[in-house]
């Protein structure tokens, strides 16, 4: 497994932007599909955005697709969320995740997991 620390969470406006980072440990970063999750209070967690290790291939929930970008820097270890126009019912924890497998594509299996970060969007 692999140890995950998310950061750049916050309080934003409305049509505001974020940029979520996703850093990991250990020397198998860059041969693990990364993806990104995220949770409101009282509902499921949610699938939005994953990558392919080699950054290659991208996938986004509905909800998201034209607004949210993942990209990954496999030197940083790091995988990163931009959120641009940003609305209230993307208030939630936003979770990191690792897939089990190397080299995997869809459907993924993450399990590894960040201790997510907060992402209020509110005027």
């Known amino acids: 497994q692999v140890q995950l620390v998310e950061s750049g969470g916050g309080l934003v406006q409305p049509g505001g932007s974020l940029r979520l980072s996703c850093t990991a440990s250990g020397r198998t970063f860059s041969r693990l599909a990364m993806g990104w999750y995220r949770q409101a209070p009282g509902q499921e967690r949610e699938f939005v955005a994953a990558?392919?290790?080699?950054?290659?291939?991208?996938y986004y929930g509905d909800s998201v697709k034209g607004r949210f970008t993942i990209s990954r820097d496999n030197v940083k270890n790091t995988v990163y969320l931009q959120m641009n126009s940003l609305k209230p019912e993307d208030t939630a924890v936003y979770y990191c995740?690792?897939?089990?497998?190397?080299?995997?594509?869809?459907?993924?299996?993450?399990?590894?997991w960040g201790q997510g970060t907060q992402v209020t969007v509110s005027s």
């Open positions: 995740a690792a897939d089990r497998l190397p080299f995997s594509d869809y459907p993924f299996d993450f399990g590894s």
């Open positions: 990558i392919t290790w080699g950054g290659g291939r991208t």
